[in-house]
């Protein structure tokens, strides 16, 4: 499977993951032991903490909005352009309950033998 191949997927499961808690396609795709690192989340390591992570903020938010584009890649890793919007449920890390949180960031993804074993998210958060 090309790199864009592997990327355009990623985007699918991701997006069935937060939007309808749909795990089936995100489990074949990243490692068991994916590596994430975020700020201002704390590393995950593995897919069922990443799971895990993908429900709390379903539980959390309200009208989520995502947005992603293929930016480019080569060899075994690409880049992706990521735009998330949400209303905060509860308070949580990034913003107080009731605010809108909008996330504007880029994932660079790293894959061993077809599955993604590493995130790196970099982006700017803010909230109203």
Same mark, same amino acid.
């Given at each position: 499977m =090309?790199? #864009? *191949?592997?990327a355009e997927k990623w985007i699918q499961a991701d997006k069935q993951a937060f939007q309808?808690?749909?795990?089936?396609?995100?489990e074949q795709l990243e490692s068991p032991n994916i590596v994430i690192h975020s700020a201002p989340?704390?590393?995950?390591? =593995?897919? #069922? *903490?990443h799971k895990e992570h993908i429900l709390k903020v379903r539980e959390e938010v309200s009208d989520l909005q995502q947005e992603f584009?293929?930016?480019t890649g080569d060899g075994n890793v690409f880049a992706i352009s990521f735009k998330q919007s949400f209303t905060a449920?509860?308070?949580?890390?990034i913003a107080p309950a009731g605010s809108t949180v909008n996330i504007?960031?880029?994932?660079v993804l790293r894959c061993e033998n077809d599955k993604i074993a590493e995130?790196?998210?970099k982006g700017?958060?803010?909230?109203s």
């Open positions: =090309g790199i #864009e *191949e592997i309808e808690g749909n795990f089936d396609a995100l989340v704390p590393g995950t390591i =593995g897919f #069922e *903490e584009e293929y930016l449920k509860v308070e949580i890390p504007d960031s880029l994932f995130i790196w998210m700017i958060i803010t909230s």
